[in-house]
């Protein structure tokens, strides 16, 4: 079975995914993969600022200050992507 959670049809009878179907999880695939890709930099670029002696522990500043990074960024880009959306109509 495939990532997309369909296997190619083998001539026994088994239903092929449609187009549309197919599409709707390229869709789902590709946001995923975009947000974990997000995540992943908002990770890097908070504990870069953050972080300023990494050890076993964070701090309750370097707690804090990374959790104020992530939710400003998460928040500056809906707010650029509404922007974009908006935009596009």
Known sequence: MDSFG?????GSG??????GEFMD???????MAYAE???ETVRGKC???C???PG????GSESSCV?????RYIEATGIISKALFSSMR
Do not use: G, V, Y
């Open 47 to 49: 504990f870069e600022k």
């Open 6 to 10: 369909s296997s190619p049809s083998n």
């Open 67 to 71: 959790s104020r990074c992530m939710d």
């Open 14 to 19: 088994s239903p092929q995914m449609s187009t």
């Open 37 to 39: 890709e997000f995540l």
């Open 56 to 59: 076993t522990s964070l701090s």
């Open 25 to 31: 999880k390229l869709k789902t695939q590709l946001a």
């Open 51 to 53: 972080i300023t002696k």
